[in-house]
């Protein structure tokens, strides 16, 4: 693995190559996209695809990609460009695209902006709260993690997020209706540190959350999209968003192994089945 550090005008984005560039078989790289998970999420994932040469980077103010624009807001737009700075940093499209969570909407806003640019992306389980039939729901749910963060600090916070993607089916008032859980109870500190900048809790990427993607973008794109679902994660947020975008989309969707996280191992502490997941995602790109 070789690490790189990309300049464009407002950021100095890192990203990270596993094998060689030009490729050595002619396919084309396989870009794996986060957020805010860093490059270093996929390293698992890039041991396993040892035939592929794989690329993944810092989303922009996170980890070792700074920003010089003065800003915390995040767009799908934003990340979508970053994004293209790298795939042109390493020497331009075509290329294969695995995007997960927040990751997978950047990679749906730059099939959109981009539509030659990518020959498959695969969309895991992208976030879009304003696709899910239970929206309005979705959408409390969602602004109560924030208050949360915001009212008693980030293990409070990082509670309520648990609490909300790991609720299965639509949100209804009996989720609403919950007592705030307990962060000890989840690993998180109990104290309040005072920070308020976290990237998943702050409402700083909220555009994330709330893109809507055009179906007419993807109609006249070139590019292949799947959109993937945990099999253990299928009637939670983030599952059930998956599968309300590729209805939207009129697009393919995919069961893949374990669940949310399911491509990492053991280090991030809820250990997915990589493996397994490589495998498919292997086959899934075999398929174009």
């Keep these: 693995m070789r690490s790189h550090t990309l300049t464009t005008p407002d950021a100095e984005l890192a990203y990270d190559v596993w094998g060689p560039l030009p490729t050595a078989d002619g396919r084309p790289p396989l870009v794996m996209v986060g957020h805010p998970m860093q490059a270093s999420g996929f390293a698992r994932q890039a041991e396993l695809l040892e035939d592929r040469t794989v690329v993944s980077y810092d989303p922009r103010g996170i980890a070792r990609s700074t920003r010089t624009d003065g800003r915390t807001d995040r767009t799908p737009e934003q990340q979508a460009a970053d994004v293209l700075a790298v795939i042109e940093a390493i020497g331009g499209g075509p290329v294969d695209l695995f995007g997960s969570s927040g990751g997978a909407v950047t990679g749906l806003a730059l099939v959109a902006a981009h539509p030659d640019l990518v020959r498959t992306l695969v969309a895991h389980e992208p976030p879009l709260l304003r696709l899910l039939p239970d929206a309005e729901a979705a959408e409390a749910a969602s602004m109560a993690t924030e208050r949360a963060y915001h009212e008693r600090g980030f293990g409070a916070g990082m509670a309520q997020f648990i609490t909300m993607v790991s609720w299965s089916g639509p949100f209804t008032d009996a989720y609403l209706d919950l007592?705030?859980?307990?962060?000890?109870?989840?690993?998180?500190p109990t104290e309040d540190d005072g920070t308020r900048d976290d990237v998943?809790?702050?409402?700083?990427a909220r555009p994330m959350v709330d893109y809507r993607p055009d179906p007419a973008?993807?109609?006249?794109?070139?590019?292949?999209?799947?959109?993937?679902i945990g099999e253990e994660s299928a009637e939670q947020m983030p599952g059930r968003a998956a599968k309300a975008t590729a209805e939207h989309l009129g697009l393919e969707a995919v069961f893949f192994p374990s669940h949310h996280g399911g491509f990492a191992g053991p280090e991030f502490g809820h250990p997915g089945q990589p493996e397994a997941f490589a495998e498919r995602l292997r086959a899934v790109l075999a398929a174009t």
């Design 179 to 188: 007592p705030a859980p307990d962060p000890a109870q989840f690993g998180m």
């Design 200 to 204: 998943l809790l702050s409402g700083a």
């Design 217 to 228: 973008d993807f109609a006249a794109a070139a590019t292949r999209v799947v959109l993937a």
